[in-house]
Nanobody
């Protein structure tokens, strides 16, 4: 069992930055692929970014490319999402997810095995 706890969300003005963190419990974090998803009110959960267990492969949703950066520190059991140039449309609850198949990227929520409870990101215009 893996438990994921997100932090770092908050209220920021458009153009600002936030750095989300997700800390995982358990000794197997380093073997998992990790992903970030978000869900705005009334919308489905959507993929944001993902990283393989080694960090050798990274993938972003088109609307965040060049603005968001996903990274991980396996020694700290932590995955990060650095978000720059934030826009009001980035407003959502952001979720961290872990996938036991660590060597491939996945963009579909159903392919992830563990989820955090989310952290709210609100971008004001």
């Amino acid at each position: 069992q893996v438990q994921l706890v997100e932090s770092g969300g908050g209220l920021v003005q458009a153009g600002g930055s936030l750095n989300l963190s997700c800390v995982a419990s358990g000794r197997t974090f380093s073997s998992y692929a990790m992903g970030w998803f978000r869900q705005a009110p009334g919308k489905e959960r959507e993929f944001v970014a993902a990283i393989t267990w080694s960090g050798s492969s990274i993938y972003y949703e088109d609307s965040v490319k060049g603005r968001f950066t996903i990274s991980r520190d396996n020694a700290k059991n932590t995955v990060y999402l650095q978000m720059n140039s934030l826009k009001p449309e980035d407003t959502a609850v952001y979720y961290c997810a872990a996938r036991r198949t660590g060597i491939t990227i996945a963009t579909t929520p159903v392919l992830y095995d563990y989820w955090g409870r989310g952290t709210q990101v609100t971008v004001s215009s």
